[in-house]
């Protein structure tokens, strides 16, 4: 027992400096969902092959219009989880993800407004776990994004280290860093971490009923850096979290989960803005396939703005264990 | 109850004495790591192994150049890394290989050297005697192209040494080890160099291997100056007075691995930066490493670290690292 209290002290002298969030600890029980922490690769539920597709629309507040045009695609991937024995390792891909940030600025009259950017990102993720007594996990994981802004490429690559332990059968804990940089062209090169931890409980059985519950945290300073215009380019300070709700009831599964990132702004007269995403998912799920459907909404707030996503997902994926 | 009580005693005295000299420290010179990834320091500390092992790591790094607030080169850096280690009862046989490539962008080239390319390759024979003191015999050979001045754009540079090294188990968990390197250098252009380097080291190791284990280990390397005058067409080869401490702080929890390891260099070296007159009279280069890895008894291991590599000197150099690290127990 004592080396579960120390590494709960350990763990819990890791949280105060850090935070997390998402599947940070435990994978979501939709096998075609992709990982958010290389460790919690570690407690999928055998071998995966999944896709997913998914489409939005966006409107601001106060106009109600619509912004672009009806349900765009935004984007379609895949992932590839293999699970021969106590090591995993989840191979995904994402491809032209169409999203609009918006970009806030001050206008004449001294109020906040936006404009919303159009981004196409496309990006993939190496993640491998070795789990070790069935109750400790430590993974890695490789990242790469491209992202298309108007004229501009901007690519991002990362490390990610984990590690994850459960005990009492079925509480689960897990912390990691992740350690990027931002190649964004005509700007010095910016470097930045985003550290990341969480709890988790998960009790049943995959091939019956099973819940799932998490929670997490996420944080990363701020870094920023320029380019011989001396105009800036900025990693922003923000702090997420996220909790999450699974319910396995036999073949069917049900699905919540809510996120809210706080992101400070990088210009003193323009306010810190937040993102709130609100997602429910409904579909069946056996240890073989799955197709789950999800509807999110999405609220970009800065000062009085309002932004709003509506996001429709699938996934459908094949396992075995 | 009583022994319990000289157990945590002992621990905090070694906290005390380890870690209160400087900050963290890392070193194999007295004792293993408990990180099988990270090459020993010293052959004897090999000694106290009781398995053989391989493993593999790569790793990649970003980094940059500043000086006088701006940023002048951009590093970008991999590597693979290599230990293995073959024990038959108190022998042991074994080796390690780094190597390490950077591409620098730049505009153009300012004042100071740059690392182009390293590598390491180590190996070493070890005797456990008796179970209380271990002696140690082995060699490295060290090469490395390195950027110079505008005259001297790619210098190569090999080193040799071969080492004699000795580790002392007392009081049960204390180990002290001391270890004297005969170096050789060859480097483009300049005459042969030559000189002794002496490490000693301190460390301490609590637990069973079974559970939890406390592992902490301080070691120092003195490197004197030693000048070679020019001979002929060759010039002079000075090698400058360098200073390593090293130090490790690793707990493991069963198979659960957290290690956390400083090595500063400090090299007492005149320079003045022709581009902004700055000058400094010492180099000094921190490596900090933190490890996280599942490492069995026997079986597959797996783990990551993130290391931070800064100089400080006229200029500063600042580079942040990945490592996978992979192995296997026998």
């Known amino acids: ?321 | 109850m009583k022994k319990n009580i000289i157990f945590w005693k002992k621990l905090w005295v070694c906290l005390y004495l380890l870690l209160g000299v400087t900050p963290l420290v890392n070193a194999q010179v007295a004792m293993p790591s408990l990180n099988i990834t990270s090459p020993v320091v010293s052959a004897a500390a090999a000694a106290w192994n009781k398995i053989s092992y391989g493993t593999a790591s790569y790793y990649e790094s970003s980094g940059d150049r500043i000086l006088d607030d701006k940023e002048i080169y951009k590093y970008d850096s991999n590597g693979i890394s290599s230990t293995v280690l073959l024990s038959e009862e108190s022998f042991h046989i074994g080796g390690s290989y780094q190597s390490r490539n950077s591409t620098v962008k730049l505009d153009r080239y300012y004042d100071g050297e740059i690392p182009l390319e390293e590598s390491t390759t180590k190996a070493y024979l070890a005797l456990l005697l008796d179970g209380f003191a271990a002696i140690g015999v082995g060699g490295y050979n060290f090469e490395e192209k390195r950027y110079f001045d505008q005259t001297h754009k790619s210098v190569k540079t090999k080193q040799s040494a071969i080492s004699g090294s000795t580790s002392i188990l007392f009081l049960e968990n204390f180990y002290v080890g001391l270890q004297a390197d005969r170096v050789k250098q060859k480097r483009d252009n300049v005459v042969d160099n030559s000189w002794m380097d002496l490490t000693y080291g301190l460390a301490a190791l609590f637990g069973e291997k079974e559970g939890t284990q406390i592992r902490v280990e301080y070691s120092i390397t003195n490197s004197p100056r030693s000048e070679e005058s020019s001979w002929k067409d060759e010039e002079s080869n000075i090698h400058h007075k360098t200073t390593i401490s090293r130090g490790a702080l690793e707990l493991k929890f069963k198979g659960l691995l957290f290690s956390g390891r400083t090595k500063q260099t400090v090299v007492k070296r005149d320079f003045t930066c022709s581009d902004t007159q700055e000058s400094a009279d010492k180099l000094k280069r921190v490596e900090t490493e933190g490890s996280v890895m599942w490492v069995p008894q026997k079986g597959l291991m797996l783990g990551f670290s993130f290391i931070k590599d800064t100089t400080d000197y006229v200029y500063k150099d600042d580079h942040n690292a990945f490592k996978l690290n992979v192995g296997y127990l026998f």
Not at chain 1, 162 to 183: I, K, P, V
């Open chain 1, 1 to 321: 027992m004592k080396q579960y209290l120390y590494l709960s002290i350990f763990f819990f002298m890791m949280l105060l400096p850090a935070s997390g969030y998402g599947q940070i600890v435990t994978p979501s029980l939709d096998p075609g969902l992709v990982s958010e922490s290389p460790s919690a690769v570690s407690w999928r539920f055998g071998s995966t092959f999944g896709m997913e597709t998914a489409f939005g629309n966006q409107k601001d507040e106060e106009t109600k219009t619509r912004k672009i045009g009806s349900y765009p695609n935004s984007g379609y991937g895949g992932v590839i989880a293999i699970q021969p024995s106590h090591v995993t390792g989840e191979l995904s891909y994402k491809a032209d993800e169409i999203r609009y940030d918006p970009v806030y600025s001050i206008d004449s009259n001294g109020e906040t407004s936006f404009v919303l950017q159009k981004v196409n990102a496309s990006y993939g993720r190496f993640q491998l776990a070795i789990r070790g007594e069935n109750k400790y996990s430590v993974g890695v994981g490789l990242y790469r994004l491209t992202e298309e802004i108007g004229d501009q490429t901007v690519d991002k690559s990362s490390y990610t280290g984990s590690f994850g332990f459960r005990f009492l059968d079925n509480l689960f804990m897990s912390a990691g860093l992740e350690q990027g940089q931002t190649d964004a062209e005509g700007f010095d090169r910016l470097k930045w971490q985003i550290f990341f931890s969480g709890v988790a409980v998960q009790m049943g059985d995959p091939t019956s009923n099973m819940m799932r519950l998490e929670g997490s945290i996420k944080t990363s300073p701020k870094e920023s850096t320029e380019n011989s215009d001396k105009q800036t380019y900025n990693h922003k300070r923000f702090q997420e979290y996220q909790g999450s709700f699974e319910l396995l009831w036999s073949e069917f599964l049900f699905s919540a989960m809510y996120k809210k990132k706080d992101t400070e702004s990088a210009q003193d007269e323009i306010k810190d803005s937040s993102h709130e995403k609100t997602r429910f998912g409904l579909g069946y799920r056996t240890i073989g396939v799955s197709i789950m459907l999800y509807g999110s909404r999405s609220i970009d707030r800065c000062d009085e703005t309002e932004n709003e996503t509506d996001e429709i997902q699938l996934t459908f994926s094949y396992s075995y264990i």
